[in-house]
């Protein structure tokens, strides 16, 4: 399987004003790789599982079309 890439994401957070700075760096970071990851993830099995995937597109065109504004 495809290992996920390891950052250092809390390597050179100090405690005290710039902490919380990092972290939301780090937070950032982290969802951005989480959401690329689910991404491929998601077109991957689209490609292997077209069928499924044409259902699917089917059933959020018929939520989309009973969705009220």
Same mark, same amino acid.
């Given at each position: ?26 937070? &950032? @970071?982290? +969802? *951005?790789?989480?959401? %690329? ?7 991957? !099995?689209?490609?292997?599982?077209? &069928? @499924?995937? +044409? *259902?699917?597109?089917? %059933? ?7 969705? !009220?504004?």
């Amino acid at each position: 399987m495809h290992e996920p890439q390891r950052t250092e994401d809390t390597a050179g957070a100090v405690p005290g004003g710039d902490a919380a700075d990092e972290s939301e760096a780090a937070r &950032r @970071r982290r +969802r *951005a790789q989480f959401l %690329r990851e689910l991404h491929e993830a998601k077109e991957l !099995r689209n490609r292997v599982q077209p &069928r @499924r995937a +044409r *259902a699917e597109r089917m %059933r959020q065109a018929v939520r989309m079309r009973t969705f !009220r504004w």
